[in-house]
């Protein structure tokens, strides 16, 4: 096919993709005081499901702007009563909505410092918070939102175990086994807010949404307007209680005439308490006497500019007293209007059930009464609201990931066999062609899937929720100007993007990315094209075997994600790699890869294969870890690489050994949980290897049996190819091996009838063998019959000394407790199941019995 009718099959391809209509997204909405921030989620087309408030007054500015389609989704109430949740999740039931796509948060602020930690209600307050994570449990939106002040995360609460603990720790336990979870402390003048205000923003992203980060969903960055270009176009107002003819919401607040010679003469940037008048610094006459006001937060009685961008709104901004509230021109606080644009909330925006033309169109001493009435209470919402324009870009991004859709495997394989891009010079010349066409996930798809030489070495694409969960576990290094990081096998650089996003706010990142393969090299940096460079990252491309490279210094982190080949062929190149090596067992790469990082770096964090964790192979690399100080682990099972039949883990390992961490962090896709398990406790060297799983309920069983009886033993000679339809001896299969019996399988059964030659046969006719399925989800045993023997899909089992073993001991290993156990044993595995002399030692026998 020619170019560029290639490129046209690619325009059609994607337009299709842009087209399709997938249906209308929802959110629910809690604390949501006026609907202020949440308003640009309606903007953005997304069906309000329930919103819950606990002032009525507020609730109503909701529905005077239509957030919900039904009555009954305006909860008014206490978010801590049961009645008032249940009502939520009737409005869930009543909308048919099994899939919430977004859960929002915003409770109550007060009490969020440790000085109130236990005063008055304020553990009461804070228990919101907890609330609010139970509902978002129960619910499980896809994604949830929470937005609070800058102590959000570190004010203490009682959490749903009833134990004190952070707020970013409730969030963390209780949430992070579903969801991926970036928390930012963030001036939101930055990200589209017209006015200052410094929040803490935290997004979860349910982990079962594929190549989706919390990332994606930040706002982006942009600058705020000065002052003067937001609101100076307002006619001024000189008089108290002035209100333009045409915005009764831009008026001038009355407040005390004596309060008038304190603020008349001050200029920008000046505070009351800058006149060098003492009759005009604000005070009061107490028996004939002046008392001057306190100033403790130097704000206070204070003249904005001009041309800065708007200062931080807060609920008491009807005031003069309250911080920088007063107009850089005129003698008053900012109007509503102006509080509107600073705060980004649409003009369209209802404040009451009386439309705006014909608030307008009332005398002066209507608008007047209706002010006094209103005035107040819209002020206040202002104030405790999350600007508009953040909310509705984080709204936008959401629907960009959520409606776009993933190109499948198929449709990018068809991609690449019409414009034939398993072709280097095809594919390069395509990226280039389509970097702006295309969303960064799908260049890297299609990057990866049509470089078929990286599938040799078994080096697979990471998705971008996988890449999250492994950087969002990375050291801040906050303390440090500059970062010396280095990827061992970059690839095609799918971890580039998010390095750039963790490590923003470091002065000057040092980015050494090596890979032996130059075309994956080529095409990263066509990939970077599409991705601005941020001015603190400098980057090397090193087109180096990293295993036989030799680094200049000492980096602060390595962080990828290795081949996981195993068979290298050269010897040669083999003993090379083995050099110095700590584990000389193995001829694995990914093993070699963790030695020499640790060794060249403070912090190592790569993806792995699981059999890292129990593997007898792996034994001595373990041992190398126990040494340094393990962060966390995360468990992907088979979730991290799809149409990959390979279970994987990920974790961080400091190397620098300064201060020992008692607990490790265990991070699991299987069973959606967060746990903090004693590294004493799950290293133990009482079991073979590690067992992040180890609970009280494995312990009591281990107490029952008696554990490393038997040495195990697996045929790898007899294949399909030596056995017959009918024989002497039959080869018994793991399908064969049911509870304490032989189980026979039409069309399944096979024989041999001359064994001799193969190593198995010293075990035919003996007493007492024992056979187990190899790869077995589902333990169960029997003994071996006689003149019968077993392939490589059975486990053959032999007491190490004289013990007598029965049937009722071989019928508790198909049990459900026992079961139980051996998933905890086997660390929860799915494929990494094969009994070897690790695993062996948990077929333990009863000692009841």
């Known amino acids: 096919m020619q170019t560029r009718n290639l490129f046209d099959f690619a325009d059609n391809l994607y337009l299709k993709k842009e087209g399709i209509n997938i249906k209308t997204l929802t959110y629910i909405s809690l604390f949501s005081s006026a609907g202020i921030g949440c308003y640009g989620f309606k903007q953005q087309g997304f069906k309000c499901i329930a919103t819950n408030e606990f002032l009525e007054k507020r609730l109503k500015i909701q529905q005077y702007n239509n957030k919900c389609d039904f009555t009954s989704g305006y909860i008014l109430g206490d978010l801590s009563q049961q009645k008032t949740q249940e009502k939520i999740y009737k409005e869930l039931e009543n909308n048919n909505i099994n899939d919430l796509d977004v859960l929002i948060a915003t409770p109550p602020c007060q009490g969020m410092s440790v000085a109130n930690h236990k005063k008055n209600n304020e553990i009461g307050r804070n228990s919101l918070v907890v609330e609010s994570i139970k509902i978002i449990n129960n619910i499980k939106p896809k994604i949830f939102i929470l937005e609070n002040v800058r102590a959000f995360l570190n004010t203490i609460c009682t959490d749903i175990d009833n134990i004190d603990k952070t707020i970013e ?142 200062p931080c709104i807060h609920t008491r901004n009807d005031i003069l007293a309250s911080q920088s509230t007063i107009h850089p021109a005129d003698n008053r606080v900012f109007s509503i209007r102006e509080l509107m644009r600073m705060m980004t909330i649409p003009h369209d925006f209802k404040w009451s059930n009386i439309d705006f033309d014909s608030l307008n169109n009332l005398s002066d001493e209507e608008k007047k009464r209706y002010l006094k009435q209103e005035e107040l209470n819209i002020r206040h919402c202002i104030g405790e609201a999350v600007p508009t324009r953040v909310f509705e870009q984080i709204a936008i991004n959401i629907k960009k990931v959520l409606k776009n859709k993933v190109l499948s495997v198929n449709e990018i394989d068809k991609i690449i066999q019409e414009y034939n891009l398993l072709d280097k010079e095809i594919l390069k010349d395509f990226l280039k062609n389509n970097i702006y066409k295309y969303d960064l996930n799908t260049l890297y798809n299609i990057a990866e899937l049509a470089n078929i030489e990286r599938i040799d070495t078994k080096a697979y694409f990471t998705r971008e929720d996988i890449v999250f969960n492994v950087i969002n576990k990375l050291p801040e290094f906050k303390n440090k100007k500059m970062l010396r990081i280095l990827e061992p096998s970059v690839g095609i650089g799918n971890f580039i993007p998010l390095l750039f996003k963790k490590y923003e706010y470091i002065g000057e990142v040092i980015l050494d990315v090596i890979d032996i393969d130059n075309n994956s090299l080529e095409i990263l940096q066509i990939l970077l094209s599409k991705i601005k460079i941020p001015k603190n990252f400098v980057i090397s491309f090193i087109k180096k075997d990293f295993l036989l490279w030799e680094n200049e210094y000492k980096y602060d982190l390595v962080i990828g994600n290795p081949p996981f080949g195993k068979v290298i062929n050269d010897k040669a190149l083999l003993e090379k790699y083995k050099l110095n090596m700590f584990n000389q067992n193995t001829n694995n790469l990914f093993s070699f890869f963790i030695e020499k990082s640790s060794k060249i770096s403070n912090y190592v964090s790569l993806i792995v294969p699981k059999s890292l964790i129990n593997s007898p192979e792996f034994n001595q690399t373990r041992e190398l870890l126990e040494t340094y100080n393990l962060h966390s682990l995360t468990d992907y099972g088979e979730k991290a690489f799809r149409g990959v039949k390979i279970e994987t883990i990920s974790f961080v390992l400091d190397t620098s050994q300064k201060e020992k961490l008692e607990k490790i962090k265990i991070d699991s896709y299987i069973t959606n949980s967060i746990i903090y398990q004693k590294k004493s406790y799950i290293f133990s060297k009482d079991f073979p290897y590690w067992l992040i799983y180890r609970n009280s309920f494995f312990d009591a069983i281990v107490e029952k049996m008696e554990l490393d009886i038997f040495e195990s033993f697996r045929d790898r000679q007899i294949t399909k190819k030596h056995t017959l339809n009918s024989g002497k001896i039959r080869v018994l299969k793991s399908r064969n091996i049911n509870n304490n019996k032989i189980k026979n399988i039409d069309n399944y059964d096979c024989f041999i009838n001359e064994i001799d030659s193969f190593i198995v046969s010293k075990y035919l006719n003996q007493n007492d063998i024992v056979l187990i399925p190899n790869l077995t989800y589902n333990p169960r045993a029997t003994f071996l019959p006689k003149n019968c023997i077993a392939d490589g899909s059975v486990a053959l089992l032999k007491a190490k000394e004289d013990i007598k073993i029965t049937q009722k001991h071989l019928e508790y290993y198909s049990s459900e407790e026992f079961t139980e156990y051996y998933k905890i044993a086997r660390n929860r595995g799915t494929r990494s199941l094969n009994i070897d002399n690790n695993s062996v030692k948990f077929f333990g026998l009863l000692r009841e019995l």
Request: proline residues 4%.
């Open 169 to 310: 720790e409730s969030i963390n336990f209780n949430l992070g086994g579903d969801y991926n979870i970036l928390s930012k402390v963030i001036n939101f003048k930055e990200y589209g807010s017209e006015s200052s205000r410094t929040r803490t923003l935290v997004i979860g992203v349910r982990k079962d949404l594929i190549n989706i980060s919390p990332f994606q969903l930040f706002p982006k960055k942009q600058k705020a307007h000065t002052l003067r270009t937001l609101i100076g176009d307002l006619p001024s107002l000189k008089n108290m209680g002035e209100i333009y003819r045409n915005d009764i919401y831009h008026s001038c607040r009355s407040f005390d005439i004596r309060m008038l010679p304190w603020i008349e003469n001050i200029k920008e940037g000046q505070s009351a308490f800058d006149n060098t008048d003492l009759n005009r610094i604000p005070h009061t006459i107490i028996n004939d006497k002046i008392v001057y006001n306190k100033n403790k937060n130097g704000d206070k009685y204070s003249r904005w500019y001009w041309d800065k961008e708007a």
